[in-house]
C-alpha cells in the first residue's frame, strides 16, 4: 500500500469520470473507432491519445482536422448522436471500476470531504456510469454541457469549486488526460494525475502516479499542502 504523510487536509476533491474512476476508455475507443472508419479513414494512436478527455466539439475538431472533412451543424449532431449511443450500448454491458477508485472515494465520504465529479462527457452519457459509481457519492456534480469551455479550459473545474464553495487552490484534483489534467492545473487545482493509457506526457504543475491503487486521502492531502511527498511502500 502506497501512503503520504501530510500536515492539511483539501477544501474538497474533484474527480473525473471516464479513465480515472471508470475504466471507459475502452469502450470511448470500440465507438470512436467505428466512428472514424465510418467517416472513411480508420484512427492511428497519436490522433486517438490527441482525443481523450476532450469535449465533444473538441472531439470533431480533431477528427475533423484528421479526416480533412470539417463537421458541423446537422453532420455534427448525427455523428455526435451515432458516437454517444454507442459508448452508452457499451457502457450498459461492461463497466468496471478503474483500480483503486472505489476504494478512494469509500475514503472520502469517510472524512466528509466535500467532492465533486468533473466530466466533460455529456450529462446524457454520463447517466450510466453515475448509475454505477451511485451519484449521491457526489456534493455537486460537472458535466460537459453545463460550461461555454470544456476541458482543457478551467472552467469545469472552476464551477465545480464555486458550487462547492471553496478556493481551487485548496483543492485536489484527480485526472487521467493530459486535456483534463491541464485545465485542473490552469484552474488553480493542485492536480494528481494517473494517465489511464499508455505513452501520455507528463503535464507541468501536475503531481503524476502510476495508478489509483493504495493512494488514500493522505496522498492528496500532501497534494493541497504542497510539501514534498513521503512515499512509503509495503503491504
Known amino acids: 500500500m502506497t501512503s503520504i504523510a501530510c500536515d492539511r487536509a483539501p477544501s474538497a476533491i474533484c474527480l473525473d469520470m471516464d479513465g480515472t474512476l471508470v475504466d471507459t476508455e475502452r469502450l470511448w475507443d470500440v465507438a470512436v473507432y467505428e466512428l472514424a472508419e465510418h467517416m472513411g479513414r480508420p484512427l492511428d494512436e497519436s490522433t486517438r491519445e490527441r482525443t481523450l478527455g476532450n469535449s465533444l466539439h473538441g472531439f470533431f475538431e480533431i477528427l475533423g482536422e484528421y479526416t480533412g472533412h470539417r463537421i458541423e451543424g446537422e453532420e455534427f449532431d448525427r455523428l455526435a448522436h451515432r458516437l454517444n449511443s454507442r459508448v452508452t450500448e457499451l457502457m450498459r454491458t461492461d463497466m468496471r471500476w478503474r483500480p483503486g477508485a472505489e476504494e478512494l472515494l469509500a475514503e472520502i465520504a469517510e472524512t466528509g470531504t466535500p467532492v465533486a465529479l468533473v466530466t466533460n462527457t455529456t450529462a446524457d452519457v454520463a447517466q450510466v456510469p453515475l448509475e454505477?459509481?451511485?451519484?449521491?457519492?457526489?456534493?455537486?456534480?460537472?458535466?460537459?454541457?453545463?460550461?461555454?469551455?470544456?476541458?482543457?479550459?478551467?472552467?469545469?473545474?472552476?464551477?465545480?469549486?464555486?458550487?462547492?464553495?471553496?478556493?481551487?487552490?485548496?483543492?485536489?484534483?484527480?485526472?487521467?488526460?493530459?486535456?483534463?489534467?491541464?485545465?485542473?492545473?490552469?484552474?488553480?487545482?493542485?492536480?494528481?494525475?494517473?494517465?489511464?493509457?499508455?505513452?501520455?506526457?507528463?503535464?507541468?504543475?501536475?503531481?503524476?502516479?502510476?495508478?489509483?491503487?493504495?493512494?488514500?486521502?493522505?496522498?492528496?492531502?500532501?497534494l493541497t499542502s504542497g510539501t514534498p511527498a513521503a512515499v512509503t511502500v509495503g503491504e
Open 132 to 222: 454505477f459509481i451511485n451519484r449521491s457519492r457526489f456534493d455537486v456534480v460537472v458535466t460537459g454541457c453545463m460550461v461555454p469551455d470544456a476541458k482543457p479550459a478551467p472552467d469545469p473545474y472552476l464551477l465545480a469549486c464555486a458550487r462547492l464553495g471553496v478556493d481551487p487552490r485548496s483543492s485536489v484534483a484527480i485526472e487521467d488526460s493530459v486535456t483534463g489534467a491541464t485545465a485542473a492545473v490552469a484552474a488553480g487545482c493542485r492536480v494528481l494525475y494517473v494517465p489511464s493509457t499508455d505513452g501520455q506526457p507528463d503535464v507541468t504543475g501536475a503531481h503524476t502516479h502510476p495508478t489509483l491503487e493504495g493512494v488514500g486521502v493522505s496522498a492528496l492531502h500532501t
